[in-house]
């Protein structure tokens, strides 16, 4: 495959973010967004749906050597453990998942601790209105395309939060940097792993 074929089958240009990924994961991190620091926090339920149902897994998985309590939530109700040492982390990038919004609605009389992201969205109103803490995170390209953007932001306002190194988000960023020197679209070759399984699926 060269330039032109990979063109004509991304025509909306996919591997451009792709290939932007490490440096969007760190511009994100190190992004100066207002930190949210709460105290005696010890489950945090991740919500949202598609991509940003995603991130709550990552979240999930990163956490899991830690001693907290995490949920994921794709869908309209939080878990029945939900209590006032629970931080809820609402996610949905167009800011209109509709999932998203019920959660929040229904448990407003909630004493769980919540924040949101999105890129706007009626998520944005509703926070704003209920005096919810909420960051507006762009969407760049598509909500797909997005998935890093969002994921290091969070990671960078939970900061305090999370029960995160620094050193192994910093380690991230170069194993990202590895991948894309794998799979970049400057590497049209048999090597790249991700191109055989796009041809192998097509």
Not at 2 to 25: F, G, H
């Amino acid at each position: 495959m060269n330039s032109k074929e990979l063109e004509r089958i991304d025509s909306e240009k996919m591997y451009e973010v792709y290939d932007k990924w490490p440096q969007t994961a760190k511009e994100s991190y190190e992004m100066n967004l207002e930190k949210f620091n709460v105290k005696d926090v010890d489950h945090i339920v991740f919500a949202g749906m598609g991509g940003s149902g995603t991130i709550g897994d990552v979240m999930s998985s990163l956490l899991s050597k830690d001693d907290i309590h995490v949920s994921v939530v794709k869908g309209y109700l939080l878990p029945k453990t939900v209590d006032s040492n629970t931080l809820v982390v609402l996610t949905s990038i167009s800011g209109n998942t509709d999932e998203t919004l019920t959660v929040l609605k229904n448990n407003l009389k909630s004493n769980a601790k919540f924040i949101a992201f999105s890129s706007g969205g009626k998520l944005q109103e509703l926070s704003k209105k209920n005096n919810i803490s909420h960051h507006i995170i762009p969407e760049y390209h598509s909500p797909r395309a997005s998935f890093l953007t969002f994921l290091y932001s969070i990671i960078n306002v939970l900061e305090d939060v999370l029960p995160l190194k620094r050193t192994d988000v910093t380690e991230s960023f170069l194993k990202l940097n590895e991948v894309k020197n794998e799979i970049n679209s400057s590497n049209l070759n048999e090597k790249n792993y991700a191109l055989n399984l796009a041809e192998w699926m097509s």
